[in-house]
């Protein structure tokens, strides 16, 4: 089993639409919750973190977190053609670990 | 504000051949980490340096060595490299077990 499993898409939603983009994670001592949108040939770049249970928003975007069911999501409202990326989860440990624990992304295309 | 930045951007070597890669880290962060990513994949976690030491270790092998200066900059060392070294290195700057922000990332081609 995976530590980070995303579905790998791709998603294809219309533009305006809401996506959704989900990430289970293994490891129940996971504590941070990050998600990064990375572009064709660039690096990923952060956009959401998220630490308690519950939602987060900020902008379009709201990451959701439940570390019962150990499931992540975001969420993007009003989805624009320039929102087509990777999205990337990534979670950690926070005690005495600090390396990131990337997912393989979830390809996300917005039809125009 | 600069952010982080990496060097070279692009590079091909031949098996066996070293090489070093370089990366400095946003103003005001002390903490470097590396992560290798290859096509399609998620990036892979190499190291962690704060206080020009190394405090993290993934899955790699010693072949992958690394460095930080007192100016906080950071270089990884590959040695031998291998036809399965081709990926994307990104260096990843921070605070220490704050939000990582990545760099541009260097293409490394293994020919």
């Known amino acids: 089993q995976k530590e980070v499993e995303q579905n790998s898409g791709p998603l294809s939603v219309p533009e305006g639409a809401i996506a959704s983009l989900n990430c289970t994670y293994s490891?129940?001592?996971?504590?941070?919750f990050f998600w990064y949108r990375q572009y064709s040939g660039k690096s990923p770049e952060l956009i959401m973190s998220?630490?308690?249970?519950g939602d987060k928003e900020d902008g379009r975007f709201t990451a959701q977190l439940n570390k019962a069911s150990q499931y992540v999501s975001l969420l993007i409202r009003d989805s624009q053609p320039s929102d087509s990326a990777t999205y990337l989860c990534?979670?950690?440990?926070?005690?005495?670990?600090?390396?990131?624990?990337f997912g393989s992304g979830t390809r996300l295309q917005v039809q125009p | 504000d600069a952010g982080v930045t990496q060097s070279p951007t692009h590079l091909i070597k031949t098996r066996g051949q070293q090489v070093t890669l370089r990366c400095s880290p946003k103003?005001?962060?002390?903490?470097v980490s590396w992560y290798q990513q290859a096509l399609g994949q998620g990036p892979q976690f190499i190291f962690q340096?704060?206080?020009?030491?190394?405090?993290q270790r993934g899955n790699f092998p010693d072949r992958f060595s690394g460095h930080q200066f007192p100016n906080y900059s950071s270089e990884l060392n590959v040695n031998a490299l291998l036809l399965g070294d081709s990926a994307l290195y990104l260096c990843?700057?921070?605070?220490?077990?704050?939000?990582?922000?990545f760099g541009p990332g260097t293409r490394l081609t293994v020919l």
């Open positions: 990843a700057s921070s605070l220490v077990n704050r939000e990582q922000f």
């Open positions: 490891d129940r001592g996971s504590q941070s």
């Open positions: 998220i630490y308690s249970n």
């Open positions: 990534a979670v950690r440990l926070d005690t005495g670990r600090r390396a990131l624990t």
């Open positions: 103003s005001g962060h002390d903490t």
């Open positions: 340096y704060y206080e020009e030491e190394e405090r």
